[in-house]
């Protein structure tokens, strides 16, 4: 074991600094994960009415603690995938390392073991300083923790870099599978699976089952509640992700005929290659645009009608108290973009890591840089046109059916929400635009030493 522990840190120390991007990000992820899961943690230890100094009240009864921890755990899913994210990091390098070590006679559970060591110690590192900043602003605003908070802040606090290390391991399984590294090269250009499709007809069937049911008198009278909500957003999010695919296809195929421009070429020849790998990368991405959108819908009706409620004397609580709310779930989508940004970023970086060779043997041809550069640039902004612009009009579409079903009086049309996906859409050129200078590196001649 310690053996593994010190080649997986010579491994790390003597490798380029990617590694140490990888440590630092996974250290990061790691902090945020660990953070939240002691955040829930805290909140359901609390038991029966609670006064907390912060909030406006919004974690006093334990009904709005629940609410509020289920938003965490829900907010967890991104954090987690972007540990996914950050543990292929200079995957091209540690492929081949591990791979080495497996054509040198090292047994599959040990390669799997120095994979898992080379993220475990990040996710620790960054688990503990979570840990040491979250106790001692828990001891201020809560005088006598539980055994039951404790137990759970120990176990948040372990379960993080165990879960950090398994998918450090999961992520280079194909090397233990196949050192010779044929499944990363003859991946094939898959389109959506079974379930994808599966959980499509599934969401249609459940939209329509909604449909029909009446809004009261029924026993399954939900249509105003939040499995609705949910359900429109993720079946507008994979209806973008299914459109960014086939468009991606039919774009590559357009434009590799029917224009002269070199950057417009490459491009258009990657998207043909492989026309699902955008749809894959731009998931996360579509998924929070339609979530951002129908919240910025859903947040103007909500105020329109506190206010005028407030006016009516109709609601006892202090408006803090729902602004609060609202407020928290905004930033929980802000916190959310910023990690789907940064996993952009990082896969775009691993994209050009991976097709190196090619890069520097267009460049050893004569393609200028700029060329390959506007050419990275397309990749990300021809597909993602057509699909963010359907996630903002299904996010836009679920304000206008929310106030439209929660208001008897007209409301505005929440147009504000179409600039969520102006503001995306430009946030996520500037992500790929981040992989830039790693293109430069990318390109030198020494690269085809490796082909």
């Known amino acids: 074991m310690f053996a593994d522990l010190r080649l997986a840190f010579l491994l790390t120390r003597g490798s380029d600094r990617r590694e140490w991007w990888r440590v630092g990000l996974t250290a990061v992820g790691a902090a945020l994960a660990t953070g939240i899961g002691l955040g829930i943690v805290a909140l359901l230890s609390l038991d029966g009415w609670y006064s907390v100094s912060f909030g406006s009240g919004l974690f006093d009864s334990p009904s709005d603690r629940r609410n509020v921890s289920l938003a965490l755990g829900l907010l967890l899913l991104p954090v987690l995938g972007f540990l996914g994210q950050c543990a292929r990091i200079g995957a091209v390098h540690r492929d081949r390392r591990l791979a080495a070590l497996r054509l040198a006679g090292a047994a599959p559970w040990q390669v799997r073991r120095i994979a898992a060591l080379e993220s475990g110690p990040a996710a620790l590192a960054g688990s503990a300083l979570a840990t040491a900043v979250f106790v001692p602003v828990l001891l201020r ?22 879960l950090g290390a398994a998918v450090g391991a999961v992520s280079l399984r194909r090397v233990v599978a196949d050192p010779l590294g044929r ?46 909500v949910i359900a429109l957003a993720v079946l507008g999010s994979l209806t973008a992700i299914w459109l960014s695919g086939a468009s991606s296809r039919q774009l590559g195929e357009g434009l590799a005929a029917g224009t002269g421009r070199p950057a417009l070429l490459i491009a258009a020849e990657r998207l043909r290659e492989d026309p699902w790998a955008t749809a894959r990368t731009h998931a996360a991405v579509l998924l929070v645009t339609v979530v951002g959108s129908g919240f910025v819908g859903v947040r103007q009706v909500l105020l329109a009608e506190l206010d005028e409620s407030r006016r009516e004397g109709t ?8 602004t609060t709310g609202i407020d928290l779930t905004g930033a929980a989508i802000l916190v959310t973009l910023a990690l789907v940004l940064t996993g952009l970023a990082v896969t775009t970086a691993e994209s050009l890591a991976t097709r190196r060779r090619g890069l ?24 993602l046109t057509p699909a963010i612009t359907v996630a903002g009009l299904g996010g836009l579409a679920i304000g206008i059916w929310y106030g439209s079903a929660t208001s008897a009086d007209s409301l505005p049309v929440p147009f504000s929400a179409l600039l969520v996906p102006i503001a995306v859409y430009a ?18 001649p020494a690269e085809l030493r490796h082909a």
């Open 141 to 162: 605003t809560w005088s006598s923790p539980t055994a039951a908070a404790w137990a759970g802040i120990a176990l948040v606090a372990v379960g993080v870099p165990v």
């Open 183 to 228: 499944v990363r090269r003859t991946r094939p250009a898959r389109g959506p699976g079974r379930l994808f499709r599966t959980v499509t007809w599934l969401l249609v069937a459940l939209l329509l089952v909604i449909a029909v049911t009446p809004v009261t008198g029924s026993p399954v009278s939900f249509g105003l509640g939040p499995v609705t």
């Open 315 to 322: 609601i006892a609580a202090d408006m803090a108290y729902y």
């Open 360 to 383: 520097a043997a267009q460049a050893a041809a004569g393609v200028p840089h700029s060329v390959l550069a506007r050419a990275l640039l397309l990749e990300t902004a021809l597909p």
């Open 427 to 444: 946030a996520c050129l500037l992500a790929a635009a981040t992989s830039l200078p790693l293109l430069r590196r990318s390109v030198r």
